[in-house]
Each structure stands twice: as structure tokens, then as C-alpha cells.
């Protein structure tokens, strides 16, 4: 197959499921559901592309190989999510999510687990492996105590409310503070679990695959 326009689209509407449009923009779609996979030369990225159907959990989705040498295969799915104000999409940001295979086999989540049991004949790829899951701990480190710290100061905000209510007598300033301090730090742990350790889990992760 030919073509000058592949759009991949993995975002789920409710007048349409995962799709594909080839050959031009808003030409016709073609459901996933149509589709094992597509391979063949994009003349307007001057490259050639292979486009496979991947399970996650009781989804499928699209999955494009970005990476390919005589050992494995790495296949990449970018996702799109939005914040939505009244109805308004706002601050769009994209995630990627990985995947390989080695050989013939199966496809596979690019997790520390998987890596860890397929990669273990190369020392380099271990070392790179072991930079990333670094950043995995220090990922799930930042979530849980951002979680905690919400909570936490959610819970004495609304005690420091109540007794103040009862009380009709505003306490010492520094009790309000606390709570709203302790919400905030709490907050700002998603963000860099996900904009930088994630990223960088990722990283070297891939490094570690290309290694191989």
C-alpha cells in the first residue's frame, strides 16, 4: 500500500471509535475493528510505516513501530488527554506509550517487569534498565505522598472548618495555613511524578530496548 496521508486516531467519541483515514484528510474512516494491520511506504514522511492492532486491557488501539532492528521491534502509541473547563477543552498534552517485541513474539507492555525478564542477556540494557527504574520508584514515591498529603490536608481543612464553625472563634492563622500548605505540596507531586520522572522512567527504558 501507498499513501501520502495516514492519520491514526485512538480517541474514543461517541459518535466514533478508534480509527484510521488514509490517502487524504477527512477522507473515509475505517474502523479498528477492520483492521489487523497496515504497512507500506508514507510519501509524505518519505519513510515507511507499519501500523499495528494492540490489546490493553479490554481495548484495542493502534500502535506504530518507531523503532526496528535484527532483535526487536518498538511500538508507540501517542494519547491524547484534555482538561476540560465548562465544557472547554484546555491545556491538551500528549502521553506516549510503549511497547515490543523481540523476535517473533508477542507484543508487550514496555514495563520494568517484562524488561527485566527479556533483556537480561545485556548488560548494558540492564544498566540503562536500572537507571529507569530509579525513576519508577521515585515516580510512585511522589504519587503516594501527593496522595497522602491531599488527604491529609483535606481532612484537617474541613476539622479547622468545623470547629471553627462551632466555635464561632477564629483559631491562630497558622492552623489554616498549614492544611492549605500541605494541599498544595500534595498537588505539585502529580505533575513532576508525571512530567518528569515518568518521562524520564521512559527514557531510559527505551534506551535500554535499543541497547539490546
Known sequence: METNYIEINNNVTISRGEHIVLHKPKGSAIPISA???????????NKERYIKVVKTGT?????????????????????YYSHYNWGISQNTYSDDWYRYS????????????NLKRDLKKSQE????LKRGNEYRIL?????????????????????????????SIPSEGTSFEAPHWTVFTGAICFPIAH?????????????ALKSY
Not at 493502534?62 to 494519547?79: G, Y
Not at 523481540?102 to 517487569?113: F, H, P, R, S, T
Open 35 to 45: 483492521i489487523e494491520h497496515i504497512e507500506g511506504f508514507d510519501s509524505k514522511l
Open 59 to 79: 481495548r484495542e488501539i493502534f500502535s506504530e513501530r518507531s523503532f526496528q532492528s535484527k532483535e526487536l521491534s518498538i511500538f508507540q502509541t501517542r494519547v
Open 102 to 113: 523481540i523476535g517473533d513474539n508477542q507484543i508487550k507492555k514496555a514495563n520494568y517487569l
Open 125 to 128: 540494557s540492564m544498566q540503562f
Open 139 to 167: 515516580e510512585l514515591g511522589l504519587m503516594a505522598a501527593g496522595t497522602l498529603m491531599l488527604t491529609g490536608g483535606i481532612v484537617k481543612s474541613i476539622q479547622n472548618s468545623s470547629e471553627n464553625s462551632e466555635n
Open 195 to 207: 512530567f518528569y520522572a515518568r518521562k524520564r522512567k521512559k527514557d531510559y527504558f527505551i534506551k
